[in-house]
């Protein structure tokens, strides 16, 4: 069993700041990429960012030079989201890659954290 627990969601004024946490815990012998993921109402789930094992980063467009990605160790990410607008208000989730007993990767999300971002 594999869980993946975000924190850091919440309400902030556009221009402001947040930082999202995420930490995987459970049957895990190796993560592979972790990353961040939002839904806005109405819309489809997408890519915000990505990090690899070795800390190469993969960033959608709409958050380059805003936002920035990090592995705060093997088993935890985070997104720390500056320059916010309102566009950025969504249910942000993390994902991660993860091998709970070697051989085979597989793909884990966490339960979304809410982060609204106001005008």
């Known amino acids: 069993q594999v869980q993946l627990v975000e924190s850091g969601g919440g309400l902030v004024q556009a221009g402001g700041s947040l930082r999202l946490s995420c930490a995987a815990s459970?049957?895990?012998?190796?993560?592979?990429?972790m990353g961040w993921y939002r839904q806005a109402p109405g819309k489809q789930r997408e890519l915000v960012a990505v990090?690899?094992?070795?800390?190469?980063t993969n960033y959608a467009d709409f958050v380059k030079g805003r936002f920035a990605i990090s592995r705060d160790n093997a088993f935890a990410v985070a997104l720390q989201m500056n320059s916010l607008k309102p566009d950025d208000t969504a249910v942000y989730y993390c994902?991660?890659?993860?091998?709970?007993?070697?051989?085979?990767?597989?793909?884990?999300w966490g339960q979304g954290t809410q982060v609204t971002v106001s005008s």
């Open positions: 994902n991660a890659s993860v091998s709970p007993y070697g051989y085979r990767f597989y793909s884990y």
């Open positions: 459970g049957t895990i012998l190796a993560i592979n990429d």
């Open positions: 990090i690899t094992g070795d800390g190469h």
